[in-house]
T-cell receptor, first 110, second 113 residues
Framework: AQRVTQPEKLLSVFKGAPVELKCNYS??????LFWYVQYSRQRLQLLLR??SRESIKGFTADLNKGETSFHLKKPFAQEEDSAMYYC????????????FGQGTILTVHP | ETGVTQSPTHLIKTRGQQVTLRCSSQ?????VSWYQQALGQGPQFIFQ???????GRGNFPPRFSGLQFPNYSSELNVNALELDDSALYLC????????????FGEGSRLTVL
């Protein structure tokens, strides 16, 4: 069965510092990986997906199939990046079924 | 464009009771998924509905059931409530036949006493 692991429950950095949120997965097929974010008092929303290979709000994530990882990175963290971040995996053609990690709370201090 | 809306936002039930949660999908979306999010955990997939039929189910017992209506709105029903059913229940919609993102509602927080 597929599994998504986010080893850090909490992550604190200072403004301007680099940040990396870790995500590892286990899945036998070709996964589709996502990062979802939940800002304070807002609903869960998509941040980025690996197939788009895009940078959103300065964040990037590269799918490493050899290490089965999909870490989220930003070179210079901002205070508005403080949020809960979830890594998620989608399998096959079940469009609505995502397997989420437990989430990482990122706090960016001024 | 109207986003995903869920009702009620909060409710309290006692063990053994039944509950119905409702979801209106985003305009143009005909696929609806339901998730359970326990405190401190990530969302866990319950099931998905596409064109009024269940199309995928997670590891939840049969007392968790759902419906999707012709207007693509959806209901989640939970029978014989247990204390462990206390959680935030999230509904998400997505456009049909795409591999795009899920659009989440704000959730219904259920407390079982």
């Amino acid at each position: 069965a597929q599994r998504v692991t986010q080893p850090e429950k909490l992550l604190s950095v200072f403004k301007g510092a680099p940040v990396e949120l870790k995500c590892n997965y286990s899945y036998s097929g070709s996964p589709e990986l996502f990062w979802y974010v939940q800002y304070s008092r807002q609903r869960l929303q998509l941040l980025l997906r690996h197939i788009s290979r895009e940078s959103i709000k300065g964040f990037t994530a590269d799918l490493n199939k050899g290490e089965t990882s999909f870490h989220l990175k930003k070179p210079f963290a901002q205070e508005e990046d403080s949020a809960m971040y979830y890594c998620a995996l989608r399998e096959g053609t079940s469009y609505g079924k995502l397997t989420f990690g437990q989430g990482t709370i990122l706090t960016v201090h001024p | 464009e109207t986003g995903v809306t869920q009702s009620p936002t909060h409710l309290i039930k006692t063990r053994g009771q039944q509950v119905t949660l409702r979801c209106s999908s985003q305009s143009g979306h005909n696929t609806v998924s339901w998730y359970q999010q326990a405190l401190g955990q990530g969302p866990q997939f319950i099931f998905q509905y596409y064109r009024e039929e269940e199309n995928g189910r997670g590891n939840f017992p049969p007392r968790f059931s759902g419906l999707q209506f012709p207007n693509y709105s959806s209901e989640l029903n939970v029978n014989a409530l247990e204390l462990d059913d206390s959680a935030l229940y999230l509904c998400a919609s997505s456009p049909t036949m795409t591999r795009g993102e899920l659009f989440f509602g704000e959730g219904s927080r259920l407390t079982v006493l």
